[in-house]
């Protein structure tokens, strides 16, 4: 199994303001996703972080508001861009290898936007 | 419309007793993962279903998915305060190509000492 860990793992953030979150995976991993968790909600994901090319976004979010990187195949990053409090959620990474295998979870980030 | 639906939606058992959740998609499921999440915190994954009529078990906690492979149940035996948390499953709708999945909305479980 796919160890994963998240930086930072909460933050308090102002209005306006972007906030870039960190995912790394103890080893080399296919695919890695992002998901959003709003308060007392399930998880919806915001897109597919694919290495060397850019994410795939789900409908609903885009890249202007939450870009992505993965540069390699143990980590990815996700910035969310000028907060509101709208944003305030549990974001969570996801990683798995090919099609089928089993889908491990970050400890995900708290972000409370004022 | 929601695409997996889960119930029930919260739990409250006495500990010792046993109790099973379910999760019924409208399609049909390529993979059906089960996970486990403490307030405000990540998911543990517990166990992944992928053929019909398939059944796993890990220490008190057993997993089925049915033939038609469009509805899972999680059953706890005799349930302890550990067991407590959210249980969420999370569907494979697209044949694993895709990799992401669907989620429920979850079940709270609360086991009373």
Known sequence: ?114 | SQELEQSPQSLIVQEGKNLTINCTSSKTLYGLYWYKQKYGEGLIFLMMLQKGGEEKSHEKITAKLDEKKQQSSLHITASQPSHAGIYLCGADLYGGSQGNLIFGKGTKLSVKP
């Open chain 1, 1 to 114: 199994s796919a160890v994963i860990s998240q930086k930072p793992s909460r933050d308090i953030c102002q209005r306006g303001t972007s906030l870039t979150i960190q995912c790394q995976v103890d080893s080399q991993v296919t695919m890695m996703f992002w998901y959003r968790q709003q308060p007392g909600q399930s998880l919806t994901l915001i897109a597919t972080a694919n290495q060397g090319s850019e994410a795939t976004y789900e409908s609903g979010f885009v890249i202007d508001k939450f870009p992505i990187s993965r540069p390699n195949l143990t980590f990815s990053t996700l910035t969310v861009s000028n907060m509101s409090p709208e944003d305030s959620s549990i974001y969570l990474c996801s990683s798995s290898g090919r099609g089928g295998s089993a889908q491990y979870f970050g400890p995900g980030t708290r972000l409370l936007v004022l």
